[in-house]
């Protein structure tokens, strides 16, 4: 999630925003005092005006000429409190009064407490002039303050439309970069900047930010720390510098030195903001936890100091609480809160149903069905469709049957190249592995996309899919090599290690877990991991997995969609006491075809009629998917009904002839039918197109046993033996079994192994 930025950069622009000129000031003055007071204005003795405007009041305390005058006084002598004051008298005179309306919307921008009515106050003149462009601008920048991006960007592309002066153009570039739309705040800065003006103090933090996020990292912190070595103080402004230089650092890849940055922020209570800001953006990009929980604590901490947040520092806030899962509740919370406020926001609505989501407290299929209701129609205004595409690329796994929704958002010109990132998972899991490349391509060719090494996970995911297992490994090896972050580190090594089991080199992947688990022991997915390994390599037995799994879940604060959890749940039998489990997976990933058999099969025993209800309410959800029709073939198959499995798996290799999980799944349909002829022909496909899938060739050798087949049973386990010899690794069970089918061979033929002769 894009951050804030630093709202009193936006303050250097007030002095050229409606300000009060002389022009403006009554002609005839009610009283002497009224008229003295003006006249001393116009000399700029200020506060002999002050006086005298006073005096006015006291004869006459309904005059709005001399309490105007007098809040002229006080904003001239710098007296702001007391400037504000008197403008609300004036305008308890005269609703109507321009002056006092334009210096409200000015010095609305001087304190947060007095943004809303800053806003209001210009809202109200903008009624009356319409056209009154610096009315307008004021109130963009106004909205911008508290984080209602969308209504502050309709002003500026308003003004925009026109010839609008350098100020508007700086203040629409800041608005722009903190909304998330780079490109446009980019190009922004690169128009006032053509002017023949260097961008001013108050507003680097914005520009480095649009550097940085515009793949400009360098340039971004060469700006930030010209503007910060002069400093010799940690003043405001410096505190924000080094909050702005520290993520810079990071984007450049030099985490030491942005933390190093940051060091002098510690423990100073007018840095909580800025240093949380800071920490949670470095955490979001390293997958560093404990720069997060930090930054989380100095959320909270500078949430609660605040007397009266605005609603986009609120946003803020439940945006960082709610990608940690203990924290999620509070951020649900102040979503619901902040809809309470603005029903109609419908980026807030998205956020609040994916919270309630991750969350438990509504299913998958009713976060789809709520979040088709709350996008659609995509709003007319391109602010409103960018909210919105910033808050669903949060959905993680993306939903299938959302496709159009990112497609559409994607097409509407909004500026958030991740949409295509969403898109390539989908198509991915649909199956169309060359428009997932399209996709990949896209987002690659943004500023952003050029720099994420998580497109490679991507690549490499679909060049396993298409059983280009050597190549998937060696991307996944190149990933690991580059000392990715830790959540890309993690998910690389994750999926290297799927690889080497489907390749039976499973010696190896216990030295994965085991490392990752002694560099942190309390790393969850590891360890639900290595408890899924040995119960695949028959280390521990049902009844050992199935109470490492339990004390598992009972140190877990909440459920995380964790693979090797989805695996080891569905490769347990199937236990009535796990039916809520099953429940609960299903909502974070309701495609786990695993798991869905598992649930399916605990419902059969009870009621054969409600699981083949399951079965068919679950084909109707998306009948053109590749996945929906493995989700078909196994459901069919775990029910017995093989014609069904049989013609799910047949129509999938219809569209991909060559898709090797659909042929091999096929020839176990096959296997299970006793038609072993047809299932030989399938395996050996699989094995043409996977010769060192060590497990076909394992089941390859019990088809054989089946048909009374020892010497091609045997074969194939010594070529098992051999890939692991050649592999580096051992499988004992493998051994013993080849050994067991020599043995059986010997004596079938009337010989004896020479230890029995004794």
């Given at each position: 999630?894009?951050?804030?930025?630093?709202?009193?950069?936006?303050?250097s622009?007030?002095?050229s925003?409606?300000?009060?000129?002389?022009?403006?000031?009554?002609?005839?003055?009610?009283?002497?005092?009224?008229?003295?007071?003006?006249?001393?204005?116009?000399?700029?003795?200020?506060?002999?005006?002050?006086?005298?405007?006073?005096?006015?009041?006291?004869?006459?305390p309904?005059?709005?000429?001399?309490?105007?005058?007098?809040?002229?006084?006080?904003?001239?002598?710098?007296?702001?409190?007391?400037?504000?004051?008197?403008?609300?008298?004036?305008?308890e005179?005269?609703?109507?009064?321009?002056?006092?309306?334009?210096?409200?919307?000015?010095?609305?921008?001087?304190?947060?407490?007095?943004?809303?009515?800053?806003i209001e106050?210009?809202?109200?003149?903008?009624?009356?002039?319409?056209?009154?462009?610096?009315?307008?601008?004021q109130?963009?920048?106004?909205?911008?303050y508290?984080?209602?991006?969308?209504?502050?960007?309709?002003?500026?592309?308003?003004?925009?439309?026109?010839?609008?002066?350098?100020?508007?153009?700086?203040?629409?570039a800041?608005?722009?970069s903190?909304?998330?739309?780079?490109?446009?705040?980019?190009?922004?800065f690169?128009?006032?900047?053509?002017?023949?003006?260097?961008?001013?103090?108050?507003?680097v933090?914005?520009?480095?930010?649009?550097?940085?996020?515009?793949?400009?990292?360098?340039?971004?912190?060469?700006?930030l720390?010209?503007?910060?070595?002069?400093?010799?103080?940690?003043?405001a402004?410096?505190i924000?510098?080094?909050?702005?230089?520290?993520?810079?650092?990071?984007?450049?890849?030099?985490?030491d030195?942005?933390?190093?940055?940051?060091?002098?922020?510690?423990?100073?209570?007018?840095?909580?903001?800025?240093?949380?800001?800071?920490?949670?953006?470095?955490?979001?990009?390293?997958?560093?936890?404990?720069?997060?929980?930090?930054?989380?604590?100095?959320?909270?901490?500078?949430?609660?100091?605040?007397?009266?947040?605005?609603?986009?520092?609120i946003?803020?806030?439940?945006?960082?609480?709610?990608?940690?899962?203990?924290?999620?509740?509070?951020?649900?919370?102040?979503?619901?809160?902040?809809?309470?406020?603005?029903?109609?926001?419908?980026?807030?609505?998205?956020?609040?149903?994916?919270v309630?989501?991750?969350l438990?407290?509504i299913?998958?299929?009713?976060?789809?069905?709520?979040?088709?209701?709350?996008?659609?129609?995509?709003?007319?205004?391109?602010?409103?469709?960018?909210?919105?595409?910033?808050?669903?690329v949060?959905?993680?796994?993306?939903?299938?049957?959302?496709?159009?929704?990112?497609?559409?958002?994607l097409?509407?010109?909004?500026?958030?190249?991740?949409?295509?990132?969403?898109?390539?998972?989908?198509?991915?899991?649909?199956?169309?592995?060359?428009?997932?490349?399209?996709?990949?391509?896209?987002?690659?060719?943004?500023?952003?996309?050029?720099?994420?090494?998580?497109?490679?996970?991507?690549?490499?995911?679909?060049?396993?899919?298409?059983?280009?297992?050597?190549a998937?490994a060696?991307?996944?090896?190149?990933?690991l090599?580059?000392?990715?972050?830790?959540?890309?580190?993690?998910?690389?090594?994750?999926?290297l290690?799927?690889?080497?089991?489907?390749?039976?080199?499973?010696?190896e992947?216990?030295?994965?877990?085991?490392?990752?688990?002694?560099?942190?022991?309390?790393d969850?997915?590891?360890?639900?991991?290595?408890?899924?390994?040995?119960?695949?390599?028959?280390?521990?037995?049902?009844?050992?997995?199935?109470?490492?799994?339990?004390?598992?879940?009972?140190?877990?604060s909440?459920?995380?969609?964790?693979?090797?959890?989805?695996?080891?749940?569905?490769?347990?039998?199937?236990?009535?006491?796990?039916?809520?489990?099953?429940?609960?997976?299903?909502?974070?990933?309701?495609?786990?075809?695993?798991?869905?058999?598992?649930?399916?099969?605990?419902i059969?025993r009870?009621?054969?009629?409600?699981?083949?209800?399951?079965?068919?309410?679950?084909?109707?959800?998306?009948?053109?998917?590749?996945?929906?029709?493995?989700?078909?073939?196994?459901?069919?198959?775990?029910?017995g009904?093989?014609?069904?499995?049989?013609?799910?798996?047949?129509?999938?290799?219809?569209?991909?002839?060559?898709?090797?999980?659909?042929?091999?799944?096929l020839?176990?349909?096959?296997?299970e039918q006793?038609?072993?002829?047809?299932?030989e022909?399938?395996?050996?496909r699989?094995?043409?197109?996977?010769?060192?899938?060590?497990?076909?060739?394992?089941?390859?050798?019990?088809?054989?046993?089946?048909?009374?087949?020892?010497?091609?049973?045997?074969?194939q386990?010594?070529?098992?033996?051999?890939?692991?010899?050649?592999?580096?690794t051992?499988?004992?069970?493998?051994a013993?079994?080849?050994?067991?089918?020599?043995?059986n061979?010997?004596r079938?033929?009337?010989?004896?192994?020479?230890?029995?002769?004794?």
């Amino acid at each position: 999630m894009k951050r804030l930025g630093n709202w009193l950069g936006f303050l250097s622009l007030v002095s050229s925003l409606v300000l009060v000129s002389m022009a403006e000031l009554p002609v005839q003055a009610q009283t002497a005092a009224t008229s003295e007071g003006y006249g001393l204005l116009k000399r700029g003795w200020v506060n002999d005006a002050i006086a005298a405007f006073q005096r006015a009041l006291r004869q006459n305390p309904r005059s709005v000429d001399a309490q105007l005058g007098l809040a002229i006084a006080y904003q001239r002598a710098g007296q702001d409190a007391n400037a504000w004051q008197a403008y609300q008298q004036v305008l308890e005179l005269d609703g109507n009064n321009r002056t006092a309306l334009a210096a409200v919307g000015v010095l609305g921008g001087y304190r947060p407490e007095w943004q809303v009515n800053g806003i209001e106050a210009l809202t109200q003149l903008l009624q009356l002039t319409p056209n009154d462009t610096s009315a307008r601008a004021q109130r963009a920048l106004l909205l911008g303050y508290q984080g209602r991006f969308s209504e502050s960007l309709s002003d500026y592309q308003i003004l925009l439309q026109t010839n609008p002066k350098p100020e508007v153009l700086l203040g629409a570039a800041q608005i722009y970069s903190y909304s998330g739309n780079y490109t446009q705040a980019l190009a922004l800065f690169k128009r006032y900047q053509a002017t023949g003006r260097s961008v001013p103090e108050g507003a680097v933090t914005a520009y480095a930010l649009t550097l940085q996020e515009t793949g400009n990292a360098a340039q971004a912190i060469q700006v930030l720390e010209a503007q910060l070595k002069p400093r010799k103080s940690l003043d405001a402004e410096a505190i924000e510098l080094r909050a702005a230089l520290a993520r810079a650092y990071q984007a450049n890849g030099q985490l030491d030195m942005a933390l190093q940055v940051l060091e002098p922020l510690r423990n100073q209570p007018k840095a909580v903001l800025p240093l949380a800001r800071a920490l949670s953006a470095i955490a979001r990009k390293t997958g560093n936890t404990q720069l997060y929980r930090e930054a989380i604590t100095l959320y909270q901490q500078s949430l609660s100091q605040t007397s009266n947040p605005s609603p986009g520092f609120i946003i803020e806030v439940a945006d960082v609480l709610s990608e940690g899962s203990e924290t999620r509740s509070q951020a649900l919370s102040l979503y619901q809160q902040l809809i309470q406020q603005q029903p109609s926001n419908q980026s807030l609505v998205v956020k609040q149903l994916i919270v309630a989501s991750q969350l438990g407290k509504i299913s998958r299929t009713e976060l789809r069905q709520q979040l088709q209701t709350a996008v659609q129609p995509l709003p007319a205004g391109v602010a409103e469709r960018q909210a919105i595409a910033i808050a669903i690329v949060r959905l993680s796994p993306p939903d299938p049957e959302l496709l159009s929704v990112y497609q559409d958002l994607l097409q509407s010109g909004v500026d958030v190249p991740f949409l295509n990132y969403r898109i390539a998972q989908i198509l991915i899991q649909k199956g169309d592995f060359a428009a997932a490349r399209q996709a990949l391509t896209a987002y690659s060719a943004t500023a952003v996309g050029s720099q994420d090494i998580a497109t490679e996970l991507l690549l490499a995911e679909i060049e396993r899919r298409e059983s280009k297992l050597d190549a998937s490994a060696q991307r996944y090896e190149a990933i690991l090599s580059r000392n990715p972050p830790a959540s890309v580190y993690q998910d690389a090594l994750f999926a290297l290690a799927n690889i080497r089991r489907s390749q039976g080199r499973l010696a190896e992947l216990v030295q994965v877990y085991s490392g990752l688990l002694a560099h942190n022991p309390q790393d969850a997915r590891a360890q639900i991991g290595l408890i899924n390994l040995n119960y695949q390599l028959k280390r521990i037995s049902d009844t050992e997995a199935e109470a490492q799994l339990q004390q598992w879940l009972s140190a877990q604060s909440s459920l995380e969609p964790y693979p090797e959890l989805f695996s080891l749940v569905g490769a347990l039998p199937p236990d009535p006491k796990r039916e809520q489990l099953y429940n609960d997976l299903l909502a974070l990933d309701p495609n786990s075809i695993a798991v869905e058999r598992r649930l399916i099969q605990v419902i059969a025993r009870r009621d054969p009629a409600a699981a083949r209800a399951r079965v068919d309410q679950i084909l109707v959800r998306d009948r053109t998917s590749i996945d929906s029709y493995f989700l078909q073939g196994e459901l069919a198959q775990a029910l017995g009904d093989f014609q069904l499995a049989s013609d799910a798996y047949q129509t999938i290799l219809k569209q991909q002839p060559d898709n090797v999980d659909a042929l091999s799944a096929l020839a176990g349909v096959r296997f299970e039918q006793k038609r072993y002829s047809e299932a030989e022909v399938l395996y050996l496909r699989v094995l043409a197109l996977r010769p060192s899938d060590l497990e076909t060739r394992r089941i390859l050798a019990d088809l054989y046993l089946a048909q009374d087949q020892p010497l091609n049973a045997f074969q194939q386990l010594q070529q098992i033996q051999h890939l692991q010899k050649t592999s580096g690794t051992t499988n004992t069970a493998i051994a013993e079994k080849a050994q067991d089918i020599q043995l059986n061979y010997l004596r079938r033929r009337g010989f004896q192994p020479y230890w029995e002769r004794y």
